[in-house]
């Protein structure tokens, strides 16, 4: 069951492998490995922190399990792009509720000036 689980990702580590140029990675090989990273932060994170550090790890899942469904979309070549639309989305879900925790307005002002 546990080896099931990380199948996907283990094929997606050896087609990296495979690959002759770093142009020819696709986007749901990166986005496994970064979504499979966030989900492990996201879960430390709430293990140490506070509830609401929940909605990252899930947002991160999410982000994982779309890469790879893509991936399983290429493979047997059928288009992929509405997922790629969708793991934008999650990313800008992300990085907006990361800004609005970290930064204030004057941050940004200083930051351009």
Same mark, same amino acid.
């Given at each position: 069951?546990?080896?099931?689980?990380?199948?996907?990702?283990?094929?997606?580590?050896?087609?990296?492998?495979?690959?002759?140029?770093?142009?020819?990675?696709?986007? *749901?090989?990166?986005?496994?490995?970064?979504?499979?990273?966030?989900?492990?932060?996201?879960? *430390?994170?709430?293990?140490?922190?506070?509830?609401? #550090?929940?909605?990252?790890?899930?947002?991160? *899942?999410?982000?994982?399990?779309?890469? #790879? #469904?893509?991936?399983?979309?290429?493979?047997?070549?059928?288009?992929?792009?509405?997922?790629?639309?969708?793991?934008?989305? &999650?990313?800008? &879900?992300?990085?907006?509720?990361?800004?609005?925790?970290?930064?204030?307005?004057?941050?940004?002002?200083?930051? #351009?000036?």
């Amino acid at each position: 069951m546990v080896a099931d689980m990380f199948m996907p990702l283990l094929r997606n580590v050896s087609d990296m492998r495979s690959l002759r140029t770093v142009y020819d990675l696709e986007d *749901y090989q990166v986005g496994m490995l970064f979504g499979a990273f966030l989900g492990c932060v996201g879960c *430390y994170q709430l293990w140490k922190a506070a509830p609401s #550090v929940f909605v990252d790890a899930a947002l991160a *899942y999410g982000f994982y399990k779309l890469s #790879v #469904v893509s991936s399983e979309l290429r493979r047997q070549g059928k288009c992929n792009d509405l997922l790629a639309r969708l793991k934008f989305g &999650i990313v800008a &879900i992300m990085a907006t509720r990361d800004f609005r925790k970290s930064y204030e307005l004057m941050d940004f002002v200083k930051l #351009v000036c």
